[in-house]
């Protein structure tokens, strides 16, 4: 075990490396493998990360050992070694490492339920678990250990408490989930957790994955008030993920993080890593941005990507009681509300009332974006028609509820008079703000759209009679990219050949690129209404290009933003830019979806107006769908 890393990060900034699991799939390992057990199948592979790593600029390196407790790896089978792949994860760190990089312990959650409230599991008993992993970690090399990810404090301490039980002087980094405003799910404040791990003998305190850079860097700040008391860690994901073909798909790229990296650093950061999403090229984009020496180790040769299959497309059918009951002489206008995160629904009810007395088609209403706990969208999409007499969208996520629920949920909406189903597969459980949230993923939205269209029929998913047909019009996302559409499109396609009857993309700021998705999906039976989203300052769209997965805003655009001094001038400008974009492409799309940014509703209610007093009636692809050439 090396000594000197604490009188190290008290001296100057120290770079740590980035994922491993998800560096491990991008590599071509089998999503939904327990990475630990490498350590074992293929040490190889481990260590040639942790070289890509180091080449990078790494001077500390965490062992592949994160999930490698006792009770996770009791569910592989009671043939799995915990001190086996715990002292080969932190061999093989150690091995890649030399004299002159620091190895990590990675220590995470023990994968039991807090808190602990049955007599399953006791305080002593986890603390033994923990100990056991620890052990190993020291005997293969690691020298400190880094506790991550952890979202209850006490269990936390309980880590600290058997890594001092079982050595006094070895270092510990702790490491917590704080998803907003530098508190965790539960609402504990960043500094009351820190402080505590302190009094328990944790060394160092910081956050590491949680929900992008933006609130690590809201983490970060909070933590700054401790800054002289105990060094700050910084570990953030490459943005939200996207499930991209069983994948989870990070995108915020390497410059935009070394840029808040950088702000994190100012706040008080000693210890910076990534954590979800960050590859070598990230450390690398960090450490030349901090200025850091970077080591040197012999090259790795990168892996080959794996290629996917065309699906032939088909013809939707029918075009579902929503888009049937449209006006054919007017572009149809799609306006987009979120359910509110507490009780009080008053401001979004105003909104749609608004909105309806501007001209609108209809409101969609989101199901816990980015997996946020919001207010119900299904009581509230019933609410808003029946007060209101506009049509609603219901967003459906795969993630929230097993096949049993949500062929309950699509009979709710049938009840109730709900004519328009948004079929998504739904942000994953990762990025959650409420403590134990997880993902359950039955199907996929291609799954929710046969479902659907299912019941459209009158028949469930096990094929049986339902006494009745539902008149449904099918949505589904589509997230066009210009410079290699072919994937994209041929995953709309299959929707299409599913039952589905419209689209609605992710937000789309270029009004070349929206004409080039137009006639890339022209030969669909489909209405395609391209995403717009009102930019309400240059901050805004930074985060939006940069933190979102599927949202590109052209550099012209964010530059133009950046001009103004003023956010009131900068989202003038870019409600500006967006009624340029809309006249540019009214008179061509099949109609709108326009995103309300941060629930502003006041500013989709403008664009309305406009469309309406232009007069502007679109492709008139809606008349050809529903059979009325009128």
């Not at 293929?42 to 500390?60: K, N, T």
């Not at 990219?481 to 993309?505: D, I, W």
């Not at 964010?558 to 003023?566: F, Q």
């Not at 099949?590 to 309300?596: A, F, V, W």
């Amino acid at each position: 075990m090396k000594s000197g890393f604490l009188e190290l990060i008290n001296e100057k900034v120290v770079l740590a490396d980035g994922a491993l699991g998800t560096f491990f799939y991008e590599k071509g390992v089998d999503f939904g493998t327990k990475t630990d057990l490498l350590n074992i199948t293929d040490p190889d592979l481990v260590y040639s990360v942790h070289e890509e790593y180091i080449r990078a600029g790494s001077q500390v390196i965490e062992t592949n050992t994160f999930g490698a407790g006792r009770f996770r790896l009791s569910e592989l089978g009671s043939n799995i070694s915990v001190d086996q792949i715990n002292f080969e994860g932190a061999r093989l760190a150690s091995k890649a490492a030399g004299r002159e990089i620091f190895v990590a312990g990675s220590v995470g959650p023990s994968g039991v339920d807090f808190p602990l409230d049955t007599d399953e599991y006791s305080p002593g008993l986890l603390k033994d678990a923990f100990r056991q992993q620890m052990s190993a970690l020291l005997e293969g090399g690691a020298d400190f250990f880094i506790l991550e990810t952890f979202t209850y404090l006490d269990e936390l301490l309980l880590a600290i408490e058997a890594a001092r039980g079982l050595d006094q002087s070895v270092p510990i980094v702790a490491q917590m989930l704080f998803p907003a405003h530098g508190k965790t799910p539960l609402g504990l404040d960043a500094v009351d957790c820190a402080l505590a791990a302190r009094e328990k003998g944790c060394d160092v305190f910081g956050s590491n994955c949680g929900r992008g850079v933006k609130a690590m860097l809201q983490a970060v700040e909070r933590l700054s008030e401790i800054r002289g008391r105990m060094p700050i860690s910084a570990f953030p994901n490459a943005g939200i993920p996207e499930v991209i073909d069983c994948r989870m798909v990070y995108s915020t790229p390497p410059s935009y993080m070394a840029e808040k990296v950088e702000e994190m650093v100012k706040a008080g950061v000693r210890l910076v890593g990534g954590c979800c999403g960050t590859t070598p090229a990230h450390i690398k984009e960090f450490q030349k941005r901090l200025h850091l020496k970077r080591s040197s180790v012999r090259p790795v040769s990168p892996r080959a990507s794996v290629g996917r299959e065309a699906v032939a497309p088909r013809a939707a059918a029918g075009p579902g009681g929503l888009l049937a009951s449209m006006p054919r002489d007017r572009l149809p206008l799609f306006v987009e509300l979120d359910p509110p995160p507490h009780l009080d629904i008053g401001n979004v009810l105003q909104g749609a009332e608004t909105l309806a007395g501007a001209g609108a088609s209809c409101i969609t209403l989101a199901e816990n974006p980015l997996a946020v706990l919001r207010a119900d969208n299904l009581s509230l999409a019933h609410i808003i028609k029946e007060r209101f007499g506009i049509e609603t969208v219901l967003h459906l996520t795969c993630r929230d509820r097993n096949v049993l629920g949500l062929q309950a949920q699509v009979m709710g909406a049938h009840f109730l008079g709900i004519r328009g189903i948004l079929a998504i597969t739904g942000d994953p459980a990762s990025s959650s703000d409420q403590p134990g949230a997880g993902g359950v993923f039955d199907i996929n939205s291609y799954g929710l759209v046969r479902m659907i269209s299912g019941f459209n029929r009158g028949v469930n998913m096990a094929g049986r009679d339902m006494k009745a047909a539902t008149d449904f019009s099918i949505g589904v996302a589509f997230s066009f990219k210009p410079r290699n559409p072919g994937l994209q499109l041929r995953r709309l396609e299959k929707k299409a050949s599913l039952g589905a009857h419209f689209v609605m993309t992710q937000p789309v700021f270029d009004a070349r690129a929206i004409e080039s998705m137009m006639e890339l999906t022209s030969h669909l039976d489909l209405l395609i209404l391209p995403g717009l989203f009102p930019l309400i300052s240059a901050r805004n769209a930074d985060f939006l290009h940069h933190e979102l997965p599927g949202i590109s805003i052209p550099a012209a655009i964010r530059e133009r933003l950046h001009r103004y001094d003023k956010v009131e001038d900068q989202r003038k400008a870019g409600i500006e830019i967006t009624r340029e974009l809309i006249e540019r492409v009214a008179s061509f799309v099949d109609g709108l979806y326009i995103i309300s940014p941060l629930n502003k509703w006041e500013v989709p209610v403008g664009l309305v107006h406009m469309v309406r007093e232009a007069g502007w009636k679109g492709s008139g692809k809606l008349s050809r769908l529903t059979g009325d050439n009128a």
